[in-house]
């Protein structure tokens, strides 16, 4: 039997701590978005755990530095959230026993029994889901109408149209012109996603970043391509 419960320990952020009867030793695991995870032997003292995050600590920074990955956030309701048309809000409730979503106009609505600590695992990823599943949503809304006026205006034309929770890109294009885009767009201003929707677009013409792939994008986006591309280095591709 197996049970788990969390702790924070600075300055790596919240770690999940598994207790199981079948561990021997404590051992660590990076998860894909950064969190961490320890499993070990029931009973251990929590200061011991600390110190084990501790002495791995040049290990964690470096697999999160390789892998583009950062300390996630601890949504509370505190926490200033919004998508493209969306704006998070967390509800404690002293009746509900159950995660609930409600998506209004402009609202994600996450309510929570009010006995959960803001760091539970299982919180913190229903409050995710609940984001990628709006992301998804407003992806569908907007951006093929917006794609389809682009594309209209530089006389392009696309196959298909895909949307993904991608990490690491914000879009693709296939030599058969299906194009890919990464929902998480939708946490970036209308003027970036025009950018990469064109970006991926222009991929019709160069399927490379080569010199004319450049200078054709640049002329796309009315010669202000540097700028937009220095603006959308601020933004990851993970929140």
């Given at each position: 039997?197996?049970?788990?419960?969390?702790?924070?320990v600075?300055?790596?952020?919240?770690?999940?701590?598994?207790?199981?009867?079948?561990?021997?030793?404590?051992?660590?695991?990076?998860?894909?978005n950064?969190?961490?995870?320890i499993?070990?032997?029931p009973?251990?003292?929590?200061?011991?755990?600390?110190?084990?995050?501790?002495?791995?600590?040049?290990?964690i920074?470096?697999?999160r530095?390789?892998?583009?990955?950062?300390?996630?956030?601890i949504f509370?309701?505190q926490?200033?959230?919004?998508?493209?048309s969306?704006?998070?809000?967390?509800?404690?409730?002293?009746?509900q026993?159950?995660?609930?979503?409600?998506?209004?106009?402009?609202t994600?609505?996450?309510?929570?029994?009010?006995?959960?600590?803001?760091?539970?695992?299982?919180?913190?990823?229903?409050?995710?889901?609940?984001?990628?599943?709006?992301l998804?949503?407003?992806?569908k809304?907007?951006?093929?109408?917006?794609?389809t006026?682009?594309?209209?205006?530089?006389?392009?034309?696309?196959?298909?149209?895909?949307f993904?929770?991608?990490?690491?890109r914000?879009?693709?294009?296939?030599?058969?012109?299906r194009?890919?885009?990464?929902?998480?767009?939708?946490?970036?201003?209308?003027?970036?996603?025009?950018?990469?929707?064109?970006?991926?677009?222009?991929?019709?013409?160069?399927?490379?970043?080569?010199?004319?792939?450049h200078?054709?994008?640049?002329k796309?986006?009315?010669?202000?391509?540097?700028?937009?591309?220095?603006?959308?280095?601020?933004?990851?591709?993970?929140?």
């Amino acid at each position: 039997m197996a049970c788990s419960y969390t702790i924070k320990v600075e300055p790596y952020g919240i770690v999940e701590v598994l207790e199981s009867l079948r561990c021997r030793r404590m051992t660590l695991r990076i998860h894909d978005n950064g969190t961490l995870r320890i499993s070990t032997p029931p009973y251990t003292n929590v200061q011991e755990i600390v110190s084990f995050v501790e002495k791995n600590g040049e290990h964690i920074v470096s697999y999160r530095k390789k892998n583009d990955t950062h300390t996630p956030i601890i949504f509370t309701p505190q926490t200033h959230f919004s998508t493209f048309s969306h704006k998070l809000c967390l509800i404690p409730s002293a009746t509900q026993e159950r995660l609930r979503m409600q998506l209004t106009d402009d609202t994600i609505n996450v309510s929570y029994p009010q006995s959960l600590n803001h760091d539970n695992q299982q919180l913190q990823d229903f409050v995710h889901k609940c984001i990628d599943r709006t992301l998804l949503y407003e992806a569908k809304q907007y951006i093929p109408q917006r794609i389809t006026a682009l594309a209209h205006k530089e006389n392009l034309q696309f196959t298909k149209l895909d949307f993904r929770n991608m990490r690491s890109r914000w879009g693709s294009c296939s030599s058969s012109g299906r194009i890919c885009l990464n929902i998480q767009l939708m946490r970036l201003p209308a003027h970036l996603i025009d950018m990469v929707i064109l970006h991926e677009l222009n991929h019709l013409r160069h399927m490379n970043h080569g010199p004319q792939f450049h200078a054709d994008l640049n002329k796309m986006c009315n010669g202000h391509l540097k700028e937009l591309e220095a603006e959308l280095r601020n933004w990851r591709t993970t929140y």
